[in-house]
């Protein structure tokens, strides 16, 4: 039976009903979100429809206004419908898929499904969100119709973020349903779908509870601060920003300790379960109610101090808040310059030093649990590491950072430190098999236990991974940039210089890149597998030559970069820029020149120069002068439109998703988003293929890009004085405004004129020059490098 789900129901409204809600309107469906009658209304409210849905409509207009949005784009709102369940729950028969997001109580849910059963269409989906309360039991009472459609689909909080999906099943579930979520969740949501046993806590928050809990005894034993744990287990392990405290306080300590008691409680069998008793820390938390961020105080506590906010660290010890500790480990040093985590943990876990300790302590526990739990929560290995790694936004699941610690190598160490693996890690060892995971034929495979043999993981046979072509399909090699083949006649350029900023092998590898692919391939991919596309241009050296005043260097790196710029845009191949995290600057200015961007959702792209007292000089500024003048249609005021995009440039506006991005135009008509990012590199293939296939013409230079002049001079200096005058802007921002508006206006022509692409690209690179020997653009690009912080001076 073909299915596809064209509106949704979501059954409660609260945080996690209402984002869902959301996430399923970013994607285009229409949603029915209903939540209880406030019970508290007077006679008179009852009978106001308005006050009999205020509880459903606070919580979505709380939802739509929060940050980070649920929403790609605000306009989605629109396919929201609220209501209540006594008036509007029959509207779920003309829904297809029904998700109950509803308070975890058992009993609450029951009664709801008696009142669903009444209203549901036969076949519609339904599902529960459920996070604790196993599947099985919501079955009670349901018909045949309704059990056979059922199962669990626990979203993860905030669901346009986080990446995972776990599909539960129960023994009734048809399986034809259970293969629709999985390919729906992963094709149209978005999302890494596990399928996981109906077991305590399922995969995701078994592994990670046991891994937060497990980390908390350890501080206890070692004596750390909250500042160092959460230095110790945020980034440098490819963990979230948030690690361990304050992740705690983002969730709430209460939800932390009722999942470790409820888990605590149910598993009896479970050898590691003393691990789920709440430590000294946490318990004295949980009685002193200090839950976190809800409560204004946890781990953390923010304060007002000489009219400033300060954030204050509790004193494990004393219960008492301080100034935060200074975080400082040695091993960090030597860490902070290695971009991949794969290449930092072995360096981690090899410290001398306490953070060595805690790190082995801390994984080798981890290792042992997740090596325990097969079969118990999951068949495959893979899935443990892609449930964790999706729900908690871990670079690497525990399998995975296994392999790169070396499989034999840790299960010899781990059996010295005491925690010695589940038997089928030695037999796999014993096999002659030395990892978990390897690539074979450009697929990536898993170790099998039962065949004790290695298959390729399911549902990722048509995916490109990077690693699959390190060994012999490399074509090209630097520090900071490598080229692949991957296949097809299609090249791929991946940079791996920090936070992925364009540099000279960066620069070096697109042209190369470009120059291969003209000669002998179909085209080329410029994207990689890491967080982010591109955070912009390399600053330190533009830096060290602004000092210095060497502008003929400063003119040789701008032109280089234009020159780069212009032979993506001029390739007589399609150049596709695969895009996700951060686009900015310099990265942002690469993609605007391919030939088409294929961009994950989660693409956060704009010219953000002026912010280190800049002007956009790789051909950005040129490019949505382009644009802006493309858009001009007989009778439109020109010189709005223009203003719009002057304005983007000069605020640093970053679209905050990629359907932003196309409202700003960086993504025009042939653009096309990726919901998925483990498909995000072989969409943008097939869509260099699909451009190769269908005749590909090599573009030709501009020569009518149509300025405004003198006209748009007035106007863009009216605005940035006023905003002067009106203390919006500083002088300096005055000046580069004025810069901008400069090349964006054409110069002072006298008359609207047409102009070519070289035109404005002088002018680009004559503005950037002249900002580079201001002093307090120097300020500006030194506070970002050596504090990591914008200056607005």
């Not at 509880?55 to 209501?83: C, F, H």
């Not at 936004?393 to 296994?402: D, H, K, Q, R, V």
């Not at 004790?452 to 993981?457: C, L």
């Not at 994207?527 to 600053?539: H, M, P, T, V």
Request: proline share 4%.
């Amino acid at each position: 039976m073909k299915r596809t789900i064209k509106k949704a129901a979501v059954l409660g409204s609260g945080i996690m009903g209402s984002r869902i809600a959301c996430h399923f309107a970013n994607i285009g469906v229409e949603v029915v979100l209903l939540d209880i009658v406030p019970r508290d209304l007077s006679d008179k409210e009852k009978e106001n429809p308005a006050a009999r849905n205020k509880l459903v409509n606070d919580a979505l207009q709380t939802a739509i206004k929060s940050n980070p949005s649920p929403l790609y784009d605000k306009s989605k709102a629109r396919l929201i419908e609220t209501g209540n369940f006594d008036d509007d729950l029959s509207k779920i028969k003309d829904v297809d898929w029904i998700i109950e997001v509803v308070v975890e109580n058992l009993e609450i849910k029951k009664s709801l499904f008696d009142k669903v059963e009444k209203e549901r269409k036969p076949g519609t989906l339904i599902t529960s969100n459920t996070s604790g309360i196993p599947i099985h039991l919501m079955l009670e009472g349901r018909s045949e119709d309704f059990q056979k459609h059922f199962c669990g689909t626990h979203f993860f909080n905030p669901p346009r973020y986080l990446r995972l999906l776990e599909i539960i099943p129960t023994k009734k579930t048809d399986p034809e349903i259970v293969d629709f979520f999985m390919k729906y969740g992963d094709l149209y949501l978005g999302k890494e779908t596990v399928l996981c046993k109906d077991t305590p806590a399922f995969i995701a928050n078994r592994i990670g509870v046991y891994g937060m809990m497990s980390t908390m005894h350890v501080v206890d034993e070692l004596g750390l601060t909250v500042n160092e744990v959460d230095k110790l287990t945020g980034p440098v392990i490819g963990h979230a920003k948030s690690a361990t405290f304050r992740t705690s306080d983002v969730v709430g300590l209460d939800t932390l300790v009722n999942v470790s008691n409820n888990l605590y409680a149910a598993l009896e069998k479970d050898e590691s379960r003393e691990i789920f008793k709440l430590p000294r820390v946490v318990q004295k938390l949980s009685d002193e109610k200090w839950l976190g961020d809800k409560t204004g105080q946890g781990f953390y506590k923010k304060v007002k101090k000489d009219g400033k906010s300060e954030i204050l660290e509790l004193n494990l010890k004393t219960f008492e808040y301080e100034e935060k500790s200074k975080a400082k480990f040695d091993v960090m040093d030597k860490t902070k310059n290695i971009e991949d985590v794969r290449g930092r943990l072995p360096i981690l876990l090899k410290d001398d030093g306490k953070a060595g300790e805690f790190f082995r302590k801390t994984f080798y526990d981890l290792f042992k649990y997740c090596s325990n739990r097969i079969p118990e929560i999951a068949d495959e290995l893979y899935r443990i590491d892609q449930a964790v790694a999706a729900g908690f936004a871990w670079e690497l699941g525990p399998f995975e950072s296994w392999d790169v610690l070396g499989v034999e190598e840790t299960a010899s160490k781990m059996k010295e430190a005491g925690m010695e693996p589940a038997s089928w890690v030695q037999e796999m060892l014993d096999g002659g098999n030395k990892s978990f995971y390897k690539f074979e034929n450009g697929k990536k495979h898993y170790y099998d236990i039962p065949s004790k043999s290695y298959k390729v993981i399911p549902g990722t046979e048509g995916l490109i991974f990077l690693d699959a072509f390190k060994e012999s399909n490399v074509v090209w090699e630097k520090p900071g940039a490598t080229i692949y083949d991957i296949g097809d006649g299609v090249l791929n350029l991946e940079f791996h210089t920090k936070m992925n900023s364009v540099d000279a092998d960066v620069i070096e590898g697109i042209n190369t890149a470009i120059t291969m692919a003209e000669n002998d391939y179909r085209g080329l991919v410029i994207g990689n597998e890491g967080q982010n596309f591109s955070a912009g241009a390399n600053l330190a050296m533009l830096f060290m030559y602004a000092v210095d005043q060497e502008f003929d260097e400063i003119d040789l790196m701008v032109r280089t970069f234009q020159n780069t710029m212009t032979k993506a845009r001029f390739s007589s191949v399609p150049v596709v820029a695969a895009t996700s995290g951060l686009v900015l600057g310099g990265g942002c200015e690469l993609s605007l020149h391919c030939d088409a961007i294929q961009a994950h959702a989660e693409s956060y792209v704009g010219l953000v120069e002026v912010g280190v007292g800049l002007i956009p000089g790789g051909g950005g500024t040129k490019e949505l002068t382009l644009r802006a003048a493309d858009e001009y249609t007989p009778g439109d005021p020109e010189l709005n439109t223009l203003q719009e995009y002057f304005m983007n440039i000069a605020t640093a506006k970053v679209a905050t998703s990629a359907a932003e991005a196309r409202k700003m135009n960086i993504l025009r008509g042939g653009d096309e988003i990726t919901l998925n990012r483990n498909r995000l590199l072989t969409d943008a293939k097939e869509k260099v293929l699909a451009l190769a296939d269908a005749g590909y013409t090599q573009p030709v230079p501009r020569e009518n890009i149509k300025v405004q002049g003198k006209s748009a001079l007035a106007m863009f200096h009216a605005g940035i004085s006023g905003m002067k005058y009106g203390s919006y802007i500083s002088e300096h921002d005055q000046k580069i405004g004025q810069k901008l508006a400069w090349i964006m206006a054409g110069g002072d022509l006298s008359a609207p004129t047409k102009v070519s692409e070289q035109y404005l690209l002088d002018l680009e690179r004559e503005a950037f020059l002249s900002l580079c020997g201001e002093p307090k653009t120097l300020e500006r690009i030194q506070s970002i490098l050596f504090k990591g912080k914008p200056l607005r001076n």
